[in-house]
């Protein structure tokens, strides 16, 4: 069985790049004969152009990370409903369970297996919360 492999940079999210050289793939796509995978880099509450959203404040950073996920998997054919694993990134344990409900929003539907974890800092200080997914299709 052949595999074959798609590197996807959506429209709608950041691409990190040094000078011209992007840095990594926002989404891999693994397509195998009958079905693919889906895996989608750590997504961090950054707009499509890069700025922060919702500084110091978890539960718009939340939302953020949700609706770039949702993009991410848009643009590799699939939902939010084909997320089938998580891994979630937090500054703050106790904050970020204040805000399961907007968790929920996201990823209710699909149900995935979930690890969370709380981390001193992330890629920029006022990031509170990544989220990476996996996804099957």
């Known amino acids: 069985m052949g595999l074959k492999r798609e590197h996807i940079q ?10 011209q050289k992007v840095l990594y793939s926002q989404v891999i796509v693994v397509h195998a004969s009958d079905h693919k995978q889906i895996y989608v880099a ?3 509450p950054r707009d499509r152009e890069g700025n922060s959203v919702g ?3 978890m ?3 939340i939302v ?6 949702k993009d991410a998997l848009e643009a ?10 998580t891994t979630t990134y ?6 970020y369970f204040k805000h399961q409900d907007v968790r929920m929003q996201y990823f209710a539907a699909a149900l995935p297996t979930s690890t969370t974890v709380q981390v001193s800092r992330l890629s920029r200080p006022e990031f509170l919360v990544e989220i990476e997914a996996y996804a099957i299709v």
């Open 10 to 19: 959506p429209d709608k999210l950041f691409v990190r790049k040094d000078g």
């Open 76 to 85: 590799a054919g699939a939902t939010l409903a084909d997320v089938v694993k």
């Open 64 to 69: 953020q990370v949700g609706e770039n996920i």
């Open 90 to 95: 937090v500054t703050d344990m106790d904050e």
């Open 55 to 57: 500084k110091g404040d």
């Open 59 to 61: 539960r718009a950073q």
């Open 42 to 44: 750590g997504q961090t």
